[in-house]
């Protein structure tokens, strides 16, 4: 692949996909309380915090620059964020992000 950003956030969204499935996956086998996993502490509940006000963040990101850039379908990033997880869908629409940018690039040349 010529486009190593590209290439490096492919990687990161495999990385991400796996580790998300497996350790829900674990998790869920166990039988385990997501809500209390959660919120079950003052420190749990500062990282959902977090990691929720990054995901919106991110999910708004996605969208303007979809926009901007003509990328279709940035919805389904989004959606997906949900069965998969953002560690997975958000490098993926960024690799995405850099093919398209790449292809506007060659395409005003």
């Known amino acids: 692949m010529r486009n ?3 290439l490096f956030f492919f990687i990161l969204s495999g990385i991400g996909l796996i580790t998300a499935w497996v350790y829900n996956g674990i998790a869920v086998m166990k039988s385990q309380d997501y809500l209390a996993a959660w919120f079950g502490t003052e420190v749990d509940l500062v ?3 977090d ?3 990054v995901a919106i963040a991110a999910s708004a990101f996605m969208v303007m620059e979809a926009k901007k850039l ?3 379908r ?3 990033y989004i959606a997906l964020s949900g069965i998969t997880a953002m560690a997975a869908t958000f490098p993926f629409f960024m ?3 850099e093919l398209k940018l790449e ?3 060659a395409r005003n040349n």
Request: proline share 0%; aromatic share 4%.
């Open 4 to 6: 190593k950003r590209a």
């Open 95 to 97: 690799a995405m992000r």
């Open 70 to 72: 003509g990328m279709k």
């Open 51 to 53: 990691l929720l006000i």
């Open 103 to 105: 292809k506007n690039l």
């Open 47 to 49: 990282l959902s915090i």
């Open 74 to 76: 940035v919805w389904l």
